[in-house]
């Protein structure tokens, strides 16, 4: 079973940017789907991005073309780099991992997350 802690949140400007990493621990991290979810103030939690063990990669419609989701086997690490930030990019986000095919499926529980917040 894959374990995770994410970090890497903080305050930024509108137009700014962050790199969230989420480190993981476990045999079957190299075999095993990862995800960034968030979840702004009042809202439910959302897919962020996905990368599937072999690299093939899903994102949300909002967060296509800013942000972008890595993985590193070797250190069992997963990146979400966020570049152009807005203000609507605000909330708590999550790693967890899962399998992706067409859509991802979570199998891991939430951890404490990373607070983001983008100021305007």
């Known amino acids: 079973q894959v374990q995770v802690m994410e970090s890497g949140g903080g305050l930024v400007q509108a137009g700014g940017s962050l790199r969230l990493s989420c480190a993981a621990s476990?045999?079957?991290?190299?075999?095993?789907?990862m995800a960034w979810y968030r979840q702004a103030p009042g809202k439910q939690r959302e897919l962020v991005a996905a990368?599937?063990?072999?690299?093939?990669?899903k994102y949300a419609d909002s967060v296509k073309g800013r942000f972008t989701i890595s993985r590193d086997n070797a250190n069992k690490k997963v990146y979400l780099q966020m570049d152009s930030l807005k203000p609507e990019d605000t909330g708590v986000y999550y790693c967890?991992?899962?399998?992706?095919?067409?859509?991802?499926?979570?199998?891991?529980?939430w951890g404490q997350g990373t607070q983001v917040t983008v100021a305007s």
């Open positions: 990368i599937g063990s072999g690299g093939n990669r």
């Open positions: 476990g045999s079957l991290f190299s075999i095993t789907g």
């Open positions: 967890n991992p899962g399998i992706l095919i067409t859509s991802f499926s979570r199998t891991g529980s």
